[in-house]
């Protein structure tokens, strides 16, 4: 696999299948999530290398979190980085 020359390989080791395949494919290396908060869609596709669609079809069938409830008029959908970094090990340790 080929990456990127400005990655040392302690940062390349530190990255799941899923990051480093993005990487190879001439993606950017991903930055660091924050501690708590929310994170919209298209922050959590940065972290998680599928299409929208195969997202939202995840979160149907329950292979990915469910986003938090909206409320009353909000068009929003936003996701806890807890849910997400959870994901995210999950799907390391599967490597």
Do not use: C
């Not at 009353?72 to 997400?84: H, M, Y």
């Amino acid at each position: 696999m080929q990456v990127d020359k400005n990655i040392s390989e302690d940062d390349l080791s530190k990255l799941n299948r899923y990051q480093r395949r993005a990487l190879a494919a001439g993606g950017e290396p991903p930055a660091s999530l924050p501690d708590t908060g929310f994170l919209r869609i298209k922050q959590i596709l940065k972290y998680i290398p599928v299409s929208k669609a195969t997202f939202w079809n995840g979160v149907r069938s329950g292979r990915f979190p469910k986003p938090i409830p909206k409320r009353a008029g909000e068009r929003a959908t936003f996701w806890r980085v807890e849910d997400i970094r959870a994901l995210i090990a999950d799907m390391g340790s599967e490597a």
